[in-house]
């Protein structure tokens, strides 16, 4: 098999999580991979992740402060494409292997930074350890959310129902106040996803440019990308349609504790399919569901919740009377997003996930055979798959070093390869400029990744259908869809397919996630398509695996259940409940996949004129979530750290604590951390106390040594607590109730674009997370705000040649759809969605008939 990256090569001086992870996805597809460490190897060797981040590289020992070493680098450097490196902003100038230094002798490399926050900030030089910037950030508080509502938070608006007192039972997350501390490491993971993305549109600019660029992206960045949805701002909130009981704490969301003891996930909750199914003493696995216009069926506005209160003992009761299986296999023939919380082992032991190859069996020196996640994204013309084990610590070292003198002999480096392909695309022109985009997507799995397409310069064209409307005017919806053009086709109508294939035939790549049997049924599959356009680049993305769970709905949700994502966060090895997190990259992972599968077919496409097939699927970016799990085939595992069941952290030292007022996080790494801490908290006698001196020793004593700390650190408030820590080098944070607030706001992060801001027509001034990375030569663009549904098929089919009188006919008769159209023709009923106060209207409907 010969990967899309198989003539790349890649220098990896990364380490912890997001580096190691992006790097680990180029070997995946055929890049050579030299891991470059420190004498005495890479200082996070010790964690079971690096079992499968490190998989398929070659590792090299180099003392880049020996001067033999440094030149043998550097003659390296020359023979690279990639070079990734997280370093804190500034050490690379002082090892003299900075990204100015490196271009010079090598024009076309590509240069990675993954920092903690970025360089040349107020947070740049802060401890980038994962849960320092979850806590700085204020990502701890967002995991469950707030009583009032995201948008509300931000806002600094009151929680809209405070009477409304919400049983501890019926929500998830720990029950305490305070914020929730998550297994996943969402800021290094929204890192790797962001500069996998990064680092691929820079070698796809490449191609038109023959240069190479620097990338840059951070922890922050990677919190801003999982907070999207709730790090979103609107000026006219109260905008109908546009909030929703989603993204807050109060409401339940639909976890429920079966008969047998396990969980399972019925996301969005349904009461008739939950009540009507379990009425009887058997489960009625195929219950008279005409779902879609289901009276019960809970809405999308705020006030749902009143409704949701209602159900919740009701649904809890009927969900207890059979068993998780049972319920499983009742919801995939009704076809219910209902799936069972299970941990990252049993996902791993799943034998339709290893059928799929989302999950790959490999032998370990050390583990014997195991089970890790396998193949992210699949690429029809540039098959791959995983490479072999990880290496032992300088276990390339000669052969590399081989290389580099064989390398250092050559003559140097002459100007850049000239440029080749389309015009556009130049230097200081966004990547993908001059790429047609057809989005067909929905939710937002599929329109994420259409998204971060646009953003780096695509030409995106939203395929909207007549009743799109519904959904885009909820707030979650306008994460996923700025910088798209809209046209409103009614795909059955043969003058609006045909209008659909005419873009086709002009068009770069088809992107779309409905169910793959509903686009064949359409004549809109690849197959059928590829007739058409034969460099067509068409990206599907599931919510599955393929094979029988392929057809069923997938979210975010289920795919968190499958995985282990869930399981983990919730802290359920140590007793917690399943925790469905908000930051989480479920769907947009999947987006993100997706969008590196599409620019790495065009990179192909480039090269060879031939267009493809790319897939992946929610699962796939839940599997890679859960990536620092390793399992044997039967399930069972490996000792690895996991958090506790009331979500405070993973042990004394890697944890949050609340203070007298508000909440610190601490990362103590090293034995120099603990020592500085404890003697800031007047613990020092500890230091030598035989129970607390080393790191086994406080292993063992875990809870008592948390105690002592939670005690003391009660007796003062979180900034002034910090202010003594931080004197003392101690890696700490206050968790951030306020950082949200202030994010918009920041000049600094306004200047690059990390945060943008546009005037919308419904909800007044709109302020989103903006790039999610940063591109040196050909920087992204944010081209417009969140769509209207239609606003551009007039424009677009004008352009297509059609008369006003054609377009007016087409719109008379429903086979096109504008903004604004004066009526709408009436929906089947079982297509019918639900409006925003549907679950309360049916409500009051039958109260009233008592």
């Given at each position: 098999?010969?990967?899309?990256?198989?003539?790349?090569r890649v220098l990896d001086l990364s380490w912890g999580i997001a580096g190691p992870?992006?790097?680990?996805?180029?070997?995946?597809?055929?890049?050579?991979?030299?891991?470059?460490?420190?004498?005495?190897?890479?200082?996070?060797?010790?964690?079971?992740?690096?079992?499968?981040?490190?998989?398929?590289?070659?590792?090299?020992?180099?003392?880049?402060?020996?001067?033999?070493?440094?030149?043998?680098?550097?003659?390296?450097?020359?023979?690279?494409?990639?070079?990734?490196?997280?370093?804190?902003?500034?050490?690379t100038g002082k090892l003299g292997v900075d990204y100015k230094t490196l271009s010079?002798?090598?024009?076309?490399?590509?240069?990675?930074?993954?920092?903690?926050?970025?360089?040349?900030?107020?947070?740049?030089?802060?401890?980038?350890?994962?849960?320092?910037?979850?806590?700085?950030?204020?990502?701890?508080?967002?995991?469950?959310?707030?009583?009032?509502?995201?948008?509300?938070?931000?806002?600094?608006?009151?929680?809209?129902?405070?009477?409304?007192?919400?049983?501890?039972?019926?929500?998830?997350?720990?029950?305490?106040?305070?914020?929730?501390?998550?297994?996943?490491?969402?800021?290094?993971?929204?890192?790797?996803?962001?500069?996998?993305?990064?680092?691929?549109?820079?070698?796809?600019?490449?191609?038109?440019?023959?240069?190479?660029?620097?990338?840059?992206?951070?922890?922050?960045?990677?919190?801003?990308?999982?907070?999207?949805?709730?790090?979103?701002?609107?000026?006219?909130?109260?905008?109908?349609?546009?909030?929703?009981?989603?993204?807050?704490?109060?409401?339940?969301?639909?976890?429920?504790?079966?008969?047998?003891?396990?969980?399972?996930?019925?996301?969005?909750?349904?009461?008739?399919?939950?009540?009507?199914?379990?009425?009887?003493?058997?489960?009625?696995?195929?219950?008279?569901?005409?779902?879609?216009?289901?009276?019960?069926?809970?809405?999308?506005?705020?006030?749902?919740?009143?409704?949701?209160?209602?159900?919740?003992?009701?649904?809890?009761?009927?969900?207890?009377?059979?068993?998780?299986?049972?319920?499983?296999?009742?919801?995939?023939?009704?076809?219910?997003?209902?799936?069972?919380?299970?941990?990252?082992?049993?996902?791993?032991?799943?034998?339709?996930?290893?059928?799929?190859?989302?999950?790959?069996?490999?032998?370990?020196?050390?583990?014997?055979?195991?089970?890790?996640?396998?193949?992210?994204?699949?690429?029809?013309?540039?098959?791959?798959?995983?490479?072999?084990?990880?290496?032992?610590?300088?276990?390339?070292?000669?052969?590399?070093?081989?290389?580099?003198?064989?390398?250092?002999?050559?003559?140097?480096?002459?100007?850049?390869?000239?440029?080749?392909?389309?015009?556009?695309?130049?230097?200081?022109?966004?990547?993908?400029?001059?790429?047609?985009?057809?989005?067909?997507?929905?939710?937002?799995?599929?329109?994420?990744?259409?998204?971060?397409?646009?953003?780096?310069?695509?030409?995106?064209?939203?395929?909207?259908?007549?009743?799109?409307?519904?959904?885009?005017?909820?707030?979650?919806?306008?994460?996923?869809?700025?910088?798209?053009?809209?046209?409103?086709?009614?795909?059955?109508?043969?003058?609006?397919?045909?209008?659909?294939?005419?873009?086709?035939?002009k068009a770069d790549v088809v992107h779309h996630n409905m169910r793959y049997d509903?686009?064949?049924?359409?004549?809109?599959?690849?197959?059928?398509?590829?007739?058409?356009?034969?460099?067509?680049?068409?990206?599907?993305?599931?919510?599955?695996?393929?094979?029988?769970?392929?057809?069923?709905?997938?979210?975010?949700?289920?795919?968190?259940?499958?995985?282990?994502?869930?399981?983990?966060?919730?802290?359920?090895?140590?007793?917690?409940?399943?925790?469905?997190?908000?930051?989480?990259?479920?769907?947009?992972?999947?987006?993100?996949?997706?969008?590196?599968?599409?620019?790495?077919?065009?990179?192909?496409?480039?090269?060879?004129?031939?267009?493809?097939?790319?897939?992946?699927?929610?699962?796939?970016?839940?599997?890679?979530?859960?990536?620092?799990?390793?399992?044997?085939?039967?399930?069972?595992?490996?000792?690895?750290?996991?958090?506790?069941?009331?979500?405070?952290?993973?042990?004394?030292?890697?944890?949050?604590?609340?203070?007298?007022?508000?909440?610190?996080?601490?990362?103590?790494?090293?034995?120099?951390?603990?020592?500085?801490?404890?003697?800031?908290?007047?613990?020092?006698?500890?230091?030598?106390?035989?129970?607390?001196?080393?790191?086994?020793?406080?292993?063992?004593?875990?809870?008592?040594?948390?105690?002592?700390?939670?005690?003391?650190?009660?007796?003062?408030?979180?900034?002034?607590?910090?202010?003594?820590?931080?004197?003392?080098?101690?890696?700490?944070?206050?968790?951030?109730?306020?950082?949200?607030?202030?994010?918009?706001?920041?000049?600094?992060?306004?200047?690059?674009?990390?945060?943008?801001?546009?005037?919308?027509?419904?909800?007044?001034?709109?302020?989103?997370?903006?790039?999610?990375?940063?591109?040196?030569?050909?920087?992204?663009?944010?081209?417009?705000?969140?769509?209207?549904?239609?606003?551009?098929?007039?424009?677009?089919?004008?352009?297509?040649?059609?008369?006003?009188?054609?377009?007016?006919?087409?719109?008379?008769?429903?086979?096109?759809?504008?903004?604004?159209?004066?009526?709408?023709?009436?929906?089947?009923?079982?297509?019918?969605?639900?409006?925003?106060?549907?679950?309360?209207?049916?409500?009051?409907?039958?109260?009233?008939?008592?």
């Amino acid at each position: 098999m010969t990967g899309v990256l198989a003539k790349i090569r890649v220098l990896d001086l990364s380490w912890g999580i997001a580096g190691p992870m992006t790097t680990m996805l180029m070997a995946d597809h055929g890049a050579d991979v030299i891991k470059i460490e420190p004498p005495g190897g890479d200082p996070y060797r010790g964690q079971l992740g690096y079992k499968v981040w490190q998989r398929g590289k070659r590792s090299a020992v180099f003392d880049l402060k020996n001067a033999a070493d440094k030149d043998a680098f550097l003659a390296l450097v020359k023979t690279a494409d990639v070079l990734v490196e997280s370093y804190t902003p500034g050490v690379t100038g002082k090892l003299g292997v900075d990204y100015k230094t490196l271009s010079a002798l090598n024009p076309r490399l590509v240069y990675c930074s993954i920092t903690g926050y970025g360089r040349d900030n107020p947070h740049s030089q802060r401890p980038a350890y994962d849960a320092l910037v979850a806590a700085r950030t204020g990502l701890q508080w967002e995991q469950r959310g707030w009583p009032e509502g995201a948008l509300n938070h931000i806002l600094g608006k009151p929680d809209p129902f405070p009477d409304l007192d919400i049983p501890p039972d019926w929500v998830q997350g720990a029950p305490r106040p305070g914020p929730l501390f998550p297994a996943s490491y969402w800021p290094s993971l929204g890192a790797f996803f962001n500069a996998s993305v990064g680092i691929n549109a820079a070698l796809r600019a490449r191609e038109l440019t023959g240069r190479g660029q620097w990338v840059e992206t951070s922890l922050l960045q990677g919190a801003m990308a999982g907070a999207a949805g709730v790090w979103m701002r609107a000026e006219k909130a109260e905008a109908p349609g546009f909030d929703s009981w989603i993204l807050g704490s109060k409401s339940p969301k639909g976890h429920f504790q079966c008969k047998d003891g396990k969980w399972i996930h019925n996301w969005v909750p349904n009461p008739r399919f939950i009540l009507q199914a379990s009425a009887g003493d058997k489960l009625n696995s195929s219950p008279d569901l005409t779902v879609q216009n289901d009276p019960d069926r809970f809405g999308t506005g705020p006030e749902e919740l009143l409704v949701m209160a209602h159900y919740q003992p009701l649904l809890a009761e009927a969900i207890k009377k059979f068993t998780a299986q049972e319920w499983t296999e009742a919801a995939a023939t009704a076809e219910m997003t209902m799936q069972p919380v299970r941990s990252p082992e049993e996902s791993l032991a799943d034998p339709l996930f290893l059928k799929d190859g989302c999950v790959v069996e490999t032998q370990d020196a050390e583990l014997g055979t195991i089970r890790t996640v396998g193949v992210a994204y699949k690429m029809s013309a540039n098959p791959s798959k995983p490479g072999g084990a990880a290496p032992k610590v300088g276990q390339h070292t000669a052969e590399v070093k081989a290389e580099a003198a064989k390398a250092a002999l050559s003559r140097p480096s002459g100007p850049p390869s000239p440029a080749r392909g389309r015009g556009a695309g130049g230097e200081g022109r966004p990547p993908l400029e001059g790429i047609t985009v057809l989005d067909l997507g929905l939710a937002i799995a599929g329109p994420f990744g259409t998204q971060l397409l646009s953003d780096l310069g695509a030409n995106v064209i939203k395929i909207n259908g007549l009743y799109d409307l519904f959904w885009h005017r909820v707030h979650i919806a306008y994460m996923a869809n700025r910088g798209k053009k809209s046209i409103t086709l009614n795909l059955k109508d043969p003058r609006a397919m045909k209008i659909f294939l005419d873009l086709v035939a002009k068009a770069d790549v088809v992107h779309h996630n409905m169910r793959y049997d509903a686009a064949e049924r359409l004549k809109i599959d690849y197959e059928s398509l590829k007739k058409i356009n034969p460099k067509l680049i068409y990206c599907h993305t599931r919510g599955f695996e393929t094979g029988p769970r392929a057809g069923l709905p997938g979210n975010d949700q289920t795919g968190a259940c499958l995985s282990g994502v869930q399981y983990e966060d919730g802290g359920m090895a140590r007793g917690g409940k399943p925790l469905w997190s908000f930051t989480s990259f479920g769907d947009t992972g999947n987006g993100f996949l997706s969008a590196v599968a599409v620019i790495q077919a065009l990179y192909h496409r480039d090269r060879t004129g031939e267009g493809q097939f790319v897939d992946t699927s929610i699962i796939n970016a839940a599997l890679l979530n859960t990536s620092y799990a390793v399992a044997r085939p039967d399930g069972t595992g490996f000792e690895r750290p996991r958090i506790d069941g009331m979500q405070y952290g993973y042990s004394a030292g890697h944890r949050v604590y609340e203070t007298k007022e508000g909440w610190l996080c601490f990362v103590l790494a090293t034995q120099e951390h603990w020592d500085e801490a404890l003697s800031v908290l007047h613990l020092s006698e500890l230091v030598k106390d035989p129970h607390f001196a080393t790191h086994e020793a406080r292993k063992l004593n875990d809870a008592q040594l948390a105690k002592l700390m939670a005690v003391k650190l009660k007796t003062r408030t979180a900034a002034e607590w910090f202010a003594e820590f931080d004197a003392a080098g101690v890696p700490v944070e206050i968790v951030s109730e306020d950082f949200s607030r202030k994010l918009h706001d920041d000049p600094e992060f306004q200047k690059r674009r990390w945060v943008v801001s546009y005037p919308h027509p419904v909800v007044g001034k709109l302020d989103q997370i903006g790039l999610l990375f940063d591109l040196s030569d050909t920087p992204g663009a944010i081209q417009g705000r969140p769509l209207l549904v239609g606003e551009h098929t007039k424009e677009i089919l004008a352009g297509m040649g059609y008369t006003e009188e054609q377009v007016k006919t087409m719109e008379e008769q429903f086979a096109i759809g504008f903004a604004g159209m004066p009526r709408m023709p009436p929906r089947p009923a079982a297509l019918q969605p639900a409006a925003p106060n549907a679950g309360m209207a049916g409500l009051l409907e039958r109260e009233s008939k008592k």
